[in-house]
């Protein structure tokens, strides 16, 4: 059911990073592959009254209970309904296993660091301040995802 | 063992395990050199302070002087002040020899001699680096470390290998320091023998770290979790044998949980032992003599808590001595002894502990505390006029609120209180306050005794599930669809609960928790449907309904924490994995209540006789039926008993029916005989409905009883109007007829009556009893009643009335007679005005109850109350208000009207 993905970025040779990369909406995103702990498809959550909208419910992550983030939400793209291909994205912020909800996964993409553009103010309509940079490929441009920020963002932390 | 005892046990216990790696550190820092691990020498420098700070604190002098001495040396290593070397590691070897041989035989390590280690530690500080004389005390030290030092053979032999280093040249110093260290062999032999015993002694007891325990505990938690799911599963599919291991399963997991539990349960004198100390220092500074009495220090809880208790209630004693506790001058003044009393108190309540922390001191005066907050702006005028007394001594635990007169260094600063409510709420406790003006103060503290594993109820609203801790419940309670009329109700827009003759505030859990109301939810109040699940739940005080959708079971849940990103939910204390493996989230209750604004049912009830909407008032009665079609319903305040006799039982005597019982005969009324009523059924058996009156027992006969119910007493006076008979009311469809037992007994045999009514007259007037009853039927029923035997009636309708018509001094009243719930002025409210008020002061107040609630005759008796009768039980509240105003009666003998 859940697909282990090792961080093997120490064996990369020097220079080269490693995203996750996957859907929300269209937009193809990525995230530092070193953060993600596994994917699931555990989508059915429990609802936590009085959460902020971007929380989806939480998880039983192998007996830790897990908050799942509404990506799309955090993103401010308007919501959509939970399909066969969505996706519990399972990151370690900062010791806490979180999950985030995406549309679709999609490859592991490896690139040099020079290859990353800094992000610009707005990529299609997501504010770039949540944006560490983006990587165009020959068709496409992949959005990399600040984890910090989109998780701070959407965190009560004081 | 003593608690003293106890503690030094555990402090042999522990200094050992500091201990423990000394030497092996000692050695790691001296390999180092001029590189040393400033960390390393830290650890040891705190291993070596803790010793040095609990020996104080238990008075070890010697103890203490060593470690002193030798945590000054690390301090200075620390500080990179001094370079470890062989001899300087040397003698700080010896020392923590002969610091492990002091813990050893603790009990006599005041009388052992510490001299020349405390020298030539002081002598390496002051820069005379190792010396002659540690070698000096050498033939000392051994002869008591040997015993101890066994195990740790290797390492003290390496200790003596590295130090063959010469001595350095004698310091001025030295001299001095072999003079002292001439005495220790004698103490030192001593102590050495009597040694061996503690040894053996600490073995009973193991030290395991914290975190392997939680460690178990989680794994406890897990293995609770799969116990759980496996009986699911097995619960399902019966058969095969699987019950029984299962079931074996089931119990070991519970045995060993609990045992795991057990582990870290502590007791919370370990908290307690530091408030002598804080009592005694905080009287000195304040000038206040004070007794602090600790009870229960025996009461275990788990060691987060007892870790976590400490500093809310050193706040709270220090407030005590502080606030409360006046200085001896003032307490004389108040006519009380010059020395305070402080009752720290712990003990198990319902699966709970709670503390207390009571006072005899000034108390709280709730007048000043409201014109503070008002002043403070903490609380508007109007809110400050809405409180009810307790509200407002609860106004302490408001945020920015301080009750000192004037701020002292002691407590007071306007944080505190609040912050202490909130880490006790941190803990799943709670706190509330008593307090009684001149007499003192009660904290009250109410903890979980564990943190980690809680039984609790699961309950469903919609499709999602809720966990409610089971200390947080006190009942439940389910209303079918054809009670919904008698049981709830609003107050204002809040629904409400009829729950044995109070109110309790209902908090719908789907709206409380911003959920969509269900596409077919009908109020509770007009609804049909299904009947409604209410979990009566209390948190402190407080106490309201919570209303589900539907009850599962109760279940042992682990309690898991939320991520980050659900900190803010007030309602909700965490999140567990039920046994399907779904998640449940757990209900704080207290912010629950807090955030739906529920007050204590005492200030609901308080609050609803201002406001003057009070429920209906609710009488118990018996229902039963003489003939088919005839109901009948009788007081249960009246009903001493009820007894089944064959009819044959009955025998008639000179026309009176007679039933023997136990040893003597009591005279039994049929319905028929003395009011208009069909002629009763006569089965083969009966039961009696047995009451008392004129000294003696009546059985009533009722051929078949039909139920017990709580019903409103705005009764029909009129219909069925005949002696005997109050009035009627409709239940179930049937017209029902309320009977008046003393009535039918007076009918029945008048004789018996006679002898209460007044004496012949002489002049002047009767006895005037002030009647306040909002009900107008029992209002007319009571003074009816009073003036049938001769007393004057003012009736009035609440107690405002009542008091206004006592102000207006147009009557003389000798006797006060008062319903307690009533609308603008409650019965203890018209007591306590009365009471206080010179002129009215004296007059006896008699309270009418329909039920006889504990809390209210303790309410009743604070404010002043005489006496408690209840309003049905005629001859109890006769004799009650003849005593009384015969008693009183100053210038109104009690005397009978001329028509009487």
């Known amino acids: 059911m859940a697909t282990k993905v090792a961080p093997t970025n120490h064996e990369r040779p020097a220079g080269e990073v490693q995203f996750a990369t996957f859907y929300v909406g269209d937009i193809l995103l990525g995230i530092d592959i070193r953060h993600v702990q596994e994917i699931n498809r555990q989508l059915e959550v429990t609802r936590v009254p009085h959460a902020r909208d971007e929380v989806r419910g939480v998880i039983n992550l192998r007996g830790e209970v897990a908050t799942v983030i509404d990506l799309r939400k955090v993103l401010g793209l308007p919501s959509a309904d939970v399909t066969r291909e969505s996706r519990n994205l399972i990151v370690n912020y900062d010791g806490e296993a979180i999950g985030l909800l995406v549309d679709r996964i999609s490859d592991i993409l490896t690139i040099n660091a020079e290859q990353i553009d800094p992000p610009p103010a707005n990529v299609r309509g997501i504010d770039g301040r949540l944006l560490t940079g983006v990587h165009t490929l020959a068709s496409s441009i992949v959005v990399l995802l600040d984890i910090e920020e989109a998780l701070g963002a959407a965190s009560y932390a004081e | 063992?003593?608690?003293?005892?106890?503690?030094?046990?555990?402090?042999?216990?522990?200094?050992?395990?500091?201990?423990?790696?000394?030497?092996?550190?000692?050695?790691?820092?001296?390999?180092?050199?001029?590189?040393?691990?400033?960390?390393?020498?830290?650890?040891?420098?705190?291993?070596?302070?803790?010793?040095?700070?609990?020996?104080?604190?238990?008075?070890?002098?010697?103890?203490?002087?060593?470690?002193?001495?030798?945590?000054?040396?690390?301090?200075?290593?620390?500080?990179?002040?001094?370079?470890?070397?062989?001899?300087?590691?040397?003698?700080?070897?010896?020392?923590?020899?002969?610091?492990?041989?002091?813990?050893?035989?603790?009990?006599?390590?005041?009388?052992?001699?510490?001299?020349?280690?405390?020298?030539?530690?002081?002598?390496?500080?002051?820069?005379?680096?190792?010396?002659?004389?540690?070698?000096?005390?050498?033939?000392?030290?051994?002869?008591?470390?040997?015993?101890?030092?066994?195990?740790?053979?290797?390492?003290?032999?390496?200790?003596?290998?590295?130090?063959?280093?010469?001595?350095?040249?004698?310091?001025?110093?030295?001299?001095?320091?072999?003079?002292?260290?001439?005495?220790?062999?004698?103490?030192?032999?001593?102590?050495?023998?009597?040694?061996?015993?503690?040894?053996?002694?600490?073995?009973?007891?193991?030290?395991?770290?914290?975190?392997?325990?939680?460690?178990?505990?989680?794994?406890?938690?897990?293995?609770?979790?799969?116990?759980?799911?496996?009986?699911?599963?097995?619960?399902?599919?019966?058969?095969?044998?699987?019950?029984?291991?299962?079931?074996?399963?089931?119990?070991?997991?519970?045995?060993?949980?609990?045992?795991?539990?057990?582990?870290?349960?502590?007791?919370?004198?370990?908290?307690?032992?530091?408030?002598?100390?804080?009592?005694?220092?905080?009287?000195?500074?304040?000038?206040?003599?004070?007794?602090?009495?600790?009870?229960?220090?025996?009461?275990?809880?788990?060691?987060?808590?007892?870790?976590?208790?400490?500093?809310?209630?050193?706040?709270?004693?220090?407030?005590?001595?502080?606030?409360?506790?006046?200085?001896?001058?003032?307490?004389?003044?108040?006519?009380?002894?010059?020395?305070?009393?402080?009752?720290?108190?712990?003990?198990?309540?319902?699966?709970?502990?709670?503390?207390?922390?009571?006072?005899?001191?000034?108390?709280?005066?709730?007048?000043?505390?409201?014109?503070?907050?008002?002043?403070?702006?903490?609380?508007?005028?109007?809110?400050?006029?809405?409180?009810?007394?307790?509200?407002?001594?609860?106004?302490?635990?408001?945020?920015?609120?301080?009750?000192?007169?004037?701020?002292?260094?002691?407590?007071?600063?306007?944080?505190?209180?609040?912050?202490?409510?909130?880490?006790?709420?941190?803990?799943?406790?709670?706190?509330?306050?008593?307090?009684?003006?001149?007499?003192?103060?009660?904290?009250?503290?109410?903890?979980?005794?564990?943190?980690?594993?809680?039984?609790?109820?699961?309950?469903?609203?919609?499709?999602?599930?809720?966990?409610?801790?089971?200390?947080?419940?006190?009942?439940?309670?389910?209303?079918?669809?054809?009670?919904?009329?008698?049981?709830?109700g609003r107050v204002k827009d809040a629904e409400v609960l009829r729950l044995r003759g109070s109110l309790l505030p209902l908090v719908r859990l789907d709206a409380a928790l911003g959920m969509q109301p269900a596409a077919d939810a009908k109020s509770v109040v007009d609804g049909e449907g299904d009947a409604t699940n209410i979990i009566v739940v209390e948190s402190g005080r407080q106490q309201f309904g919570v209303v589900v959708d539907e009850l599962h079971d109760s279940e042992e849940i682990v309690v898991k924490p939320l991520g980050r990103h659900i900190k803010d939910g007030s309602c909700l204390s965490g999140a567990t994995i039920l046994g399907d493996g779904h998640v449940a989230l757990i209900l704080d209750i207290a912010g629950l209540g807090s955030n739906q604004e529920i007050r204590s049912s005492d200030d609901k009830r308080e609050e609803e006789h201002r406001l003057g909407v009070g429920a209906q008032e609710m009488q118990s009665v018996l229902l039963f039926t003489n003939h088919e079609h005839e109901s009948f319903a009788v007081c249960m305040d009246v009903v001493s008993r009820i007894e089944r006799v064959r009819s044959d039982q009955i025998d008639s005597v000179g026309g009176q029916e007679l039933v023997q019982y136990r040893n003597s005969t009591m005279p039994i009324i049929r319905l028929e005989e003395v009011i208009t009523a069909k002629p009763g059924e006569r089965p083969k058996q009966v039961y009696l409905i047995v009451f008392e009156t004129a000294g003696k027992e009546i059985g009533l006969v009722a051929p078949n009883l039909e139920d017990i119910r709580d019903v409103p007493v705005d009764f029909d006076t009129i219909t069925f109007r005949e002696p005997g008979v109050l009035g009627s009311l409709v239940i179930n469809e049937h017209a029902t007829r309320l009977v008046d037992l003393f009535n039918l007994a007076e009918i029945a045999h008048p004789d018996w009556f006679e002898a209460k009514k007044f004496d012949a007259a002489d002049d002047g007037l009767p006895p005037l009893i002030l009647l306040a009853e909002d009900s107008s039927f029992f209002r007319k029923q009571v003074a009816h009643m009073f003036v049938e035997k001769g007393y004057r009636v003012v009736e009035c309708e609440d107690g405002l009335e009542a008091w206004q018509a006592l102000e207006s001094g147009e009557h003389e009243f000798d006797l006060i007679v008062t319903d307690i719930e009533m609308p603008n002025m409650n019965g203890f409210e018209l007591c306590r005005n009365v009471k206080q008020s010179a002129v009215h002061a004296h007059l006896p107040v008699i309270a009418l109850t329909s039920l006889a609630g504990s809390a209210d005759v303790q309410h009743g008796l604070e404010v002043g109350i005489d006496d408690y009768q209840i309003k049905m039980d005629r001859d109890r509240l006769l004799n009650a208000v003849h005593n009384f105003a015969g008693q009183h009666a100053g210038n109104n003998q009690p005397r009978q009207l001329a028509n009487a």
């Open chain 2, 1 to 488: 063992m003593s608690f003293e005892d106890e503690l030094l046990g555990e402090f042999v216990v522990e200094s050992n395990e500091h201990l423990a790696d000394v030497e092996n550190q000692f050695l790691a820092i001296e390999e180092m050199g001029e590189n040393v691990d400033v960390d390393l020498v830290n650890t040891v420098f705190r291993a070596i302070h803790s010793i040095k700070g609990a020996a104080g604190f238990l008075g070890m002098t010697k103890i203490n002087d060593l470690a002193h001495a030798l945590e000054n040396l690390l301090n200075m290593m620390r500080n990179l002040e001094l370079t470890p070397t062989s001899e300087i590691v040397d003698v700080m070897l010896r020392a923590a020899d002969r610091l492990k041989g002091l813990i050893g035989d603790i009990q006599n390590s005041n009388e052992a001699d510490v001299s020349g280690h405390v020298a030539a530690l002081d002598a390496v500080a002051a820069g005379q680096h190792a010396s002659a004389n540690a070698s000096g005390v050498d033939a000392a030290a051994p002869a008591i470390d040997e015993p101890t030092a066994a195990v740790e053979e290797p390492v003290i032999a390496k200790a003596t290998a590295v130090q063959p280093t010469p001595p350095m040249v004698p310091s001025t110093t030295e001299p001095e320091a072999v003079v002292e260290t001439s005495a220790p062999p004698a103490a030192a032999a001593d102590s050495a023998d009597k040694q061996v015993a503690p040894a053996t002694h600490a073995d009973a007891s193991i030290r395991v770290s914290v975190g392997l325990l939680d460690k178990l505990m989680n794994l406890a938690g897990e293995l609770v979790l799969s116990r759980n799911q496996l009986m699911q599963v097995v619960g399902a599919q019966a058969g095969g044998g699987m019950e029984g291991i299962a079931a074996r399963l089931d119990q070991i997991t519970s045995e060993l949980q609990e045992s795991i539990m057990q582990t870290r349960m502590q007791q919370i004198g370990t908290v307690f032992g530091r408030f002598p100390r804080i009592v005694r220092d905080l009287g000195a500074k304040l000038n206040k003599e004070c007794e602090l009495l600790i009870e229960g220090k025996e009461v275990e809880v788990d060691k987060t808590i007892v870790e976590a208790i400490g500093d809310p209630l050193t706040h709270l004693i220090r407030n005590s001595m502080d606030h409360g506790v006046e200085t001896p001058q003032a307490r004389i003044a108040a006519g009380k002894s010059p020395q305070g009393k402080l009752h720290l108190r712990a003990f198990y309540q319902a699966g709970k502990v709670r503390i207390e922390i009571e006072d005899d001191g000034a108390g709280i005066d709730p007048r000043k505390l409201r014109e503070k907050a008002v002043s403070k702006g903490v609380i508007t005028p109007e809110e400050s006029e809405q409180m009810t007394e307790r509200e407002a001594v609860r106004l302490i635990f408001h945020p920015g609120f301080s009750m000192a007169a004037e701020v002292t260094d002691v407590s007071g600063r306007g944080v505190g209180m609040d912050v202490v409510r909130t880490n006790i709420a941190k803990l799943g406790g709670t706190v509330d306050v008593e307090s009684t003006v001149g007499q003192g103060t009660n904290i009250v503290i109410t903890l979980p005794l564990t943190l980690a594993i809680i039984p609790s109820l699961i309950v469903q609203v919609r499709n999602d599930r809720f966990a409610i801790p089971q200390v947080n419940i006190a009942e439940l309670v389910r209303v079918r669809p054809q009670e919904f009329h008698e049981r709830l």
